[in-house]
């Protein structure tokens, strides 16, 4: 049964970081692509940032134009593990992160293609 667990979430002030986590279980990520997407209270989930992964060694990233430059995504092949690095951190990213992964390595942060789903870990970013 293949199990994406976000963790890392908290509440901090803005200009301060977190890094999320996506821990995954019977699954592994070489040759597929994880994302992450955010839901604010009140909108619809956008996304914030992917890796495609080919071959198990090049890599492709995409973020969304709102993160980028403050934003990291990366992954650690031996502990199975996507991190999404978050800095200078604004009220505007307070939401709800959820990673994403499947096997489609299309370009760009739709959520299309995505097979599993994580529960969510909860940003929330205070003035």
């Known amino acids: 049964q293949v199990q994406l667990v976000e963790s890392g979430g908290g509440s901090v002030q803005t200009g301060e970081s977190l890094r999320l986590s996506c821990a995954a279980s019977?699954?592994?990520?070489?040759?597929?692509?994880v994302a992450w997407f955010r839901q604010a209270p009140g909108k619809e989930r956008e996304g914030v940032a992917r890796i495609n992964t080919y071959g198990g060694l090049r890599h492709f990233t995409y973020y969304a134009d709102s993160v980028k430059g403050r934003f990291t995504i990366s992954r650690d092949n031996a502990e199975n593990t996507v991190y999404l690095q978050m800095n200078s951190l604004k009220p505007a990213d307070t939401a709800m992160y959820y990673c994403a992964a499947g096997v489609s390595l299309t370009a760009g942060l739709r959520e299309t293609g995505f097979d599993y789903w994580g529960k969510g870990t909860l940003v929330t970013i205070s003035s």
């Open positions: 019977g699954y592994t990520y070489s040759s597929k692509s």
